[in-house]
């Protein structure tokens, strides 16, 4: 069954893979699935047939035969339990590897978005300087823990899996800010999942969408 | 085998149930399995003995034998996976009902999340007033469009599942802000979501931990 998955049509990051589509695009190469892709547009995003398939009005969405689904987590995670690569096969380091996911999901990302949202919408309100800080230090607290528990491992939990999948993608997204640079071990870790081919084919084809150009160049 | 979740030993909320242990309680009376609960403090938590458990040093934990969990959703997921009464058994319904707990957690819950932590942590600050309507703003968003899915539907898809669970505990947060109510049909599922007797049960327990006067009474 053909998979097909959304993406920007103009990812607002202007193709640094940092949009939720690269996710899906790397757990699909790295179980090695063929896929393909519908762009949308912000305004398409929240018309009646888009929010049919995604609630919320955002991407990526996951049509596979009768499935329809959307949440990148839920996304990866069925892409994960039902192709070799991305999950080992003993329960109990299945399960820890999900929590992983988890992890990244609820507790390491949502303080660099609220980051990454203050510096974006909050740039040029009176209390900026003042209330970065603070907002920075959420981020650090987080990144201080993983840091230690990553100590100098190649990967969370043995092999590479879906929580570092995961993990890594979310990480991303606080590079820009300059404060995964202050963990070395995680800017290095950071640097073996961008190192994966499956990564770099993922990086790419999202490129070819957001800035053919520099993709062709 | 035994069943082993922490908590805290004294709650922030001081027993409204907004503490994550909660939300594995009802998850284990959902499903009928018996468990025995260890009290943590705050110092505690941050100590090497609990962080080897959970490696962002909070709670709620799981302990089943060689298997140690963190994050709820892995281990509301877990639980739910392995005993019945929290997910649809058709593959395709069960993605869906997976898809709503990332829903609740990576979507919903970040937003409100932000909200609970400005009105805590940033009411004395000079810009709490004019900064509190834009973090509202990004709650009703997301509260608008769950809405507008849910419609007079009685849960989420289909009958009750691990996706509503995880959303009305979310949802649940935003209560004290008054954005809840904004909304009488979130309001009215996240009423049936505690009429639950399992939900009960859950409450009570905490409760029994965090105010045991109240709960005696």
């Known amino acids: 069954m053909t998979i097909t998955i959304t993406a920007f049509e103009h990812s607002p990051d202007g193709g640094k893979g940092l949009a ?10 790295e179980t090695g699935q063929a896929y393909k892709v519908r762009l949308v547009t ?21 049509e596979e035969g009768n499935l329809a689904l959307f949440e990148t987590g839920a996304i990866v995670l069925h892409i994960a339990e039902r192709h070799a690569g991305l999950l080992p ?15 990244a999901l609820n507790t390491v990302e949502p303080p660099i978005l609220e980051l990454s949202t203050v510096m974006l919408a909050e740039r040029d309100k009176p209390w900026y300087e003042e209330r970065l800080p603070l907002v920075q230090e959420r981020v650090r607290d987080r ?24 993990m890594v993608s979310v990480l991303l997204r606080s590079r820009s800010s300059g404060l ?6 995680l800017a290095a870790y950071v640097a073996r999942g961008e190192a ?4 770099k084919r993922a990086f790419a084809a999202q490129l070819a969408v957001n800035a053919p150009a520099a993709s062709a160049g």
């Not at 994966?196 to 990564?199: G, T």
């Open 20 to 29: 939720r589509d690269t996710r899906v695009r790397w757990a699909l190469e």
């Open 42 to 62: 912000f305004p398409a995003m929240k018309q009646p047939a888009h929010l049919a398939l995604h609630p919320f009005g955002q991407i990526p969405t996951y």
């Open 89 to 103: 096969h003993h329960a109990n380091a299945k399960a820890r590897a999900i929590a992983w996911m988890f992890a």
């Open 143 to 166: 990144l201080h823990l993983l840091s230690a528990r990553l100590g100098d491992a190649e990967w969370l939990e043995g092999p590479f899996s879906a929580g570092d999948l995961m």
């Open 180 to 185: 995964l640079d202050e963990f070395p071990n």
């Open 196 to 199: 994966r081919p499956a990564y």
